[in-house]
Nanobody, 118 residues
Framework: QVQLVESGGGLVQAGGSLRLFCAVS????????MGWYRQAPGKQREFVAR???????NYADAVKGRFTIAGDNAKDTVYLQMNSLKPEDTAVYYC????????????WGQGTQVTVSS
């Protein structure tokens, strides 16, 4: 059974930084792209950032210039470096992965809480 194992959330003051990690387990599948979404209380889940297998990235406008996504293909891991955090970044962050070659499937992590205090 495929799992996306997340870590790195926590509580930080505004202006601070956090790094989120997500690893695919088991490491048996082609990774087409991986990314992060977030969901704040009372709001819909929204896209944050994505990286493709060849390293192309894209970001939501709200995080451009502050967040950086990077992948480690050797470890089937993706990182989200979050700098200059704002209280409005507070949310549960979910890792997302598009896996497989002939048959592609989307997987989600369990979510990790990020809280930014003002």
């Amino acid at each position: 059974q495929v799992q996306l194992v997340e870590s790195g959330g926590g509580l930080v003051q505004a202006g601070g930084s956090l790094r989120l990690f997500c690893a695919v387990s088991p490491r048996l599948f082609t990774i087409n792209n991986m990314g992060w979404y977030r969901q704040a209380p009372g709001k819909q889940r929204e896209f944050v950032a994505r990286i493709t297998r060849v390293g192309a990235t894209n970001y939501a406008d709200a995080v451009k210039g502050r967040f950086t996504i990077a992948g480690d293909n050797a470890k089937d891991t993706v990182y989200l470096q979050m700098n200059s955090l704002k209280p409005e970044d507070t949310a549960v962050y979910y890792c997302n992965a598009d896996l497989g070659s002939t048959f592609r499937t989307i997987y989600w992590g369990q979510g990790t809480q990020v809280t930014v205090s003002s």
